[in-house]
């Protein structure tokens, strides 16, 4: 097979400020170079639970491999707590719950392990006092970062450059807050708004322009605050995804605010609730370990598939000849095209019909073999080698031709913010019913729920159900 990957498709923006992801792209490269940075108060928080931990394991008295998996075990479930978070609440006591609630879920699987290990009452005493020295060892030197980062916020500066969208009374009063009180870690530059009302003279920070990702890139911004502005809630959404992009922190000032209890997704500005937005996809850790498991997984799904891609590639050259593949231009993230690989299932007239018809459902030209493959997906088989190469994702949305990615861009609002992710073999609209000739509409409200609510446990249940409608096809 060959394995050339063509140029990237220029997908038109619904608007001129709202531009697609390829140039957005090219800017975050540049920007996310100089202002990525590893965040001081994660690492330190980590570096002190670390050492606790294995101070606490030492006095237990527990051997090397128990301290290694008590350790693990219990540093885990703190990540998986979200304790090393970036906040702007430097809080001991605030996280203090969360805190014991993971600890207490870490002291059940050790609990477990031991028990399946056969290790005895004597070494469960050891996990206990383990569990119960990490939160003597821990606390003090928790409350001293925090203190300590709370204090150098306010003497140093350190905090994030902000942009607060909306310059209006309840915008201005956010950025009063910002400046009296640097504590929070938000260091208001500017203001952004497409309709500013009053006196600009009289905010507290510079109104900077209409236009957000300008301003971001200009002012190195590394965090918005979405308050109240002129700009439609549809315009915001996409302004809010074009900076995801940049890899700035998000904070929105819900509507109806004074109404808005505390919860894990949730900062405190003195007395504002912000809602931190979740970063894009593609800038979390997890992303990678999702694409090291693409490639896993694909590898070992092609030797094992290997008999039966050649069984059905014999049976395709037996019914209707060469060539056995079909190979054709699709668009993945950014805007990317690459050759997809398939099983072929009927012969297309020319190359003509293969760039501009949408759906071959029920083509008389469809033999049997055909028939099969396409029923049991077999014919999508051959896109794990777009997997292995990384063109696509396992999860994600479906890959289209470039004349339709420039077609459904312009009818359809936010088709293209579905490049953001690599396309995927399945995904959430695929295994929602939406295959074939289905609402493209529909298609991409589930693309862009999914790469917004993205996370490793959602592409299993695709996986999962991804079989379960293979299984159901396969009985009818």
């Given at each position: 097979m060959s394995t050339q990957q063509t140029d990237r498709v220029t997908i038109p923006a619904q608007r001129d400020h709202r531009a697609a992801t390829g140039p957005i792209r090219g800017a975050s490269v540049l920007l996310n170079r100089s202002l990525d940075r590893v965040p001081a108060l994660s690492v330190a928080l980590l570096g002190v639970d670390l050492a606790a931990a294995t101070a606490a394991a030492l006095l237990a008295r527990v051997s090397p491999l128990w301290l290694l998996v008590t350790v693990t075990t219990v540093l885990g479930f703190q990540a998986a707590a979200r304790v090393y978070r970036r906040r702007l609440q430097l809080s001991f006591l605030h996280d203090v719950p969360r805190s014991l609630a993971s600890l207490a879920c870490a002291f059940g699987v050790l609990a477990v392990l031991v028990l399946l290990s056969g290790a005895g009452l004597g070494r469960a005493e050891s996990i206990v006092r383990a569990v119960f020295w990490f939160v003597v060892l821990t606390a003090p030197p928790r409350a001293a970062v925090c203190q300590f980062a709370r204090w150098a916020r306010v003497r140093f500066g350190w905090g994030e450059r902000a942009i607060i969208v909306g310059a209006g009374g309840v915008g201005s009063e956010l950025a009063r807050l910002m400046l009296a009180h640097p504590e929070f870690g938000l260091r208001p530059v500017g203001f952004v708004d497409v309709s500013p009302r009053g006196d600009s003279s009289d905010l507290p920070v510079p109104l900077l322009g209409p236009e957000l990702i300008e301003v971001i890139v200009a002012q190195r911004a590394r965090a918005v605050v979405l308050g109240f502005s002129g700009t439609k809630d549809?315009?915001?959404?996409?302004?809010?995804?074009?900076?995801?992009?940049?890899?700035?922190?998000?904070?929105?000032?819900?509507?109806?605010?004074?109404?808005?209890?505390?919860?894990?997704?949730?900062?405190?500005?003195?007395?504002y609730p912000l809602v931190r937005l979740t970063s894009a996809p593609t800038?979390?850790?997890?992303?990678?370990?999702?694409?090291?498991?693409?490639?896993?997984?694909?590898?070992?799904?092609?030797?094992?598939?290997g008999p039966v891609i050649g069984l059905a590639a014999l049976a395709v050259a037996v019914e209707s000849g060469q060539p056995v593949f079909f190979v054709q231009d699709r668009v993945g993230l950014d805007g990317r095209v690459f050759r997809l690989y398939k099983l072929r299932s009927l012969r297309a007239a020319d190359e003509t019909e293969s760039r501009t018809r949408w759906s071959v459902a029920g083509d008389p030209r469809i033999g049997p073999v055909g028939r099969l493959l396409r029923r049991t997906s077999?014919?999508?088989?051959?896109?794990?080698?777009?997997?292995?190469?990384?063109?696509?994702?396992?999860?994600?949305?479906?890959?289209?031709?470039p004349g339709f990615v420039r077609e459904f861009s312009q009818t359809h609002t936010r088709y293209w913010a579905r490049h953001r992710v690599p396309a995927g073999l399945t995904g959430l609209a695929q295994v929602n019913g939406l295959r074939g000739d289905t609402s493209i509409a529909d298609r991409t409200r589930y693309d862009n729920y999914y790469i917004s609510s993205?996370?490793?446990?959602?592409?299993?249940?695709?996986?999962?159900?991804?079989?379960?409608?293979?299984v159901r096809r396969g009985q009818h």
């Open positions: 549809t315009d915001a959404v996409d302004l809010v995804i074009a900076a995801h992009q940049l890899g700035v922190e998000l904070f929105m000032l819900p509507r109806m605010w004074e109404l808005y209890p505390d919860a894990s997704y949730v900062e405190r500005l003195r007395s800038a979390r850790v997890r992303w990678f370990v999702k694409r090291l498991l693409d490639r896993v997984v694909a590898l070992v799904a092609l030797v094992l598939a077999v014919d999508e088989l051959p896109q794990l080698w777009n997997v292995l190469r990384g063109d696509m994702s396992l999860v994600g949305p479906r890959p289209e031709r993205w996370s490793l446990w959602l592409d299993v249940r695709i996986l999962l159900m991804t079989v379960r409608e293979l």
